[in-house]
Each structure stands twice: as C-alpha cells, then as structure tokens.
Nanobody, 123 residues
Framework: QVQLVESGGGLVQAGGSLRLSCAAS????????MGWFRQVPGKQREFVAA????????YYVDSVKGRFTISRDNAKNTVYLQMNSLKPEDTAVYYC????????????????WGQGTQVTVSS
C-alpha cells in the first residue's frame, strides 16, 4: 500500500503561483511513476503531469506546458507541482497519483490516489 497526502493548495489571483506537494508513505517511492490530475465538478478527472521513476522524463497536458513543472525528491518521498502563471481555468481539485507504469498513469488508471487539494484561481 502507498498513502499519498497532498498539500499546498489555496486561493491565488490570476498570474500567481502555487506549489503543490505530495508526500508518500508505504512502499518504495522510487518504484512508482508519480503524477498529478485535476477535476472540476461535473467533469472527468484530467491528467496534468507525470514524472518517471527517477525523474528523467516528464509529461504534461498541453494546457499547462511552459507554466507547470513536476519534480520529485526520492529521498524525501515527495513529488511537487510548481504552478506558475495560473489562470482561472486552472481552478480544480488537484490529486496526486502513483502508478507502476507511465501508460497507466496517463490513462488515469493509477494504483493509488491522494485525497485532493483545492486550487482556486481568481480573475
């Protein structure tokens, strides 16, 4: 089992920045691809970003490329999402996820999920 706990969400004005963190406990953190998803009420959960086991590869949805950066610290069992130039359409609950493979991560079929953290961007 892997437990994931997100933090760092909040209210920010458009153009501002937030840094989300996801602390993992349980099984070996470096065995998992880590990622972030987001969801707004009434819509499907959307893939945002993913990072490979040792951080050598990253993946982003087109709408956040150039604005968001995913990173991980395997020594601290933590994955981060640095969000810059935030827009009102980035408002959502953001979820951390852990998957064994990159395809399952990108398809939203992760093995483990956090409880989510709310990000609200005001215009």
């Amino acid at each position: 089992q892997v437990q994931l706990v997100e933090s760092g969400g909040g209210l920010v004005q458009a153009g501002g920045s937030l840094r989300l963190s996801c602390a993992a406990s349980g099984r070996i953190f470096s065995s998992y691809v880590m990622g972030w998803f987001r969801q707004v009420p009434g819509k499907q959960r959307e893939f945002v970003a993913a990072i490979s086991w040792i951080g050598s590869s990253t993946y982003y949805v087109d709408s956040v490329k150039g604005r968001f950066t995913i990173s991980r610290d395997n020594a601290k069992n933590t994955v981060y999402l640095q969000m810059n130039s935030l827009k009102p359409e980035d408002t959502a609950v953001y979820y951390c996820a852990a998957s064994v493979t990159i395809p399952t991560m990108r398809l939203g079929r992760s093995d483990y999920w956090g409880q989510g953290t709310q990000v609200t961007v005001s215009s």
